[in-house]
């Protein structure tokens, strides 16, 4: 898809009015897990080699962890341009609908949903999520269907996106 003049459409970029925003970070209690983790290490690595080598190396492990938590926490958004889902994007031009899951629903969506699906699925941060259909014949993908903690206000921050931010002024552009 090729940039419009006028600031239009182009491809991997969010658009300027977030409707809804959401990052999916781990729970607490893998937080203080990393944090027991390194501790242990770092109380054998001190008696084996030193107490300043065991605190060094157990907060290097510490800062390790946490880096790998935040940096592979998702962050769910909705604009006037598109959906995102991690470094996932969806424009608002393709998408049909959307629908919120309760647990049995994102169960039978994961367990026996359709394997095309785009899935976007954290364990921690609930059972619950969002069903976004997708009008596009090109995808293929039928949907994505994303884990959130609030799947009544996504799917209806993503249907109120769609039905007023897609517009050709931003949504995809085809032509030459």
Do not use: C
């Not at 690595?45 to 060094?56: H, L, M, N, S, V």
């Amino acid at each position: 898809m090729k940039a419009q003049a006028g600031g239009g459409w182009s491809e991997g970029h969010d658009g300027k009015h977030r409707h809804y925003t959401e990052r999916l970070f781990p729970p607490i209690g893998i937080f203080i897990l990393v944090i027991g983790v390194a501790t242990l290490v770092g109380v054998a690595y001190g008696a084996a080699y030193g107490a300043p080598w065991g605190w060094g190396f157990g907060v290097l492990l510490v800062a390790i962890g946490m880096g790998v938590l935040l940096g592979t926490s998702t962050t769910i958004a909705v604009d006037d341009r598109v959906v995102r889902a991690g470094r996932a994007r969806l424009p608002l031009t393709a998408i049909g609908g959307a629908e919120s899951l309760d647990r049995a629903a994102m169960q039978q969506a994961r367990r026996h949903g359709d394997p095309r699906d785009y899935l976007v699925l954290r364990a921690w941060s609930s059972g619950r999520g969002v069903a976004i259909a997708l009008d596009d014949p090109r995808d293929p993908h039928p949907r994505w269907v994303v884990t959130t903690r609030h799947p009544e206000r996504l799917a209806e921050a993503v249907n109120n996106a769609a039905t007023s931010g897609a517009t050709p002024a931003n949504g995809p552009h085809t032509g030459g």
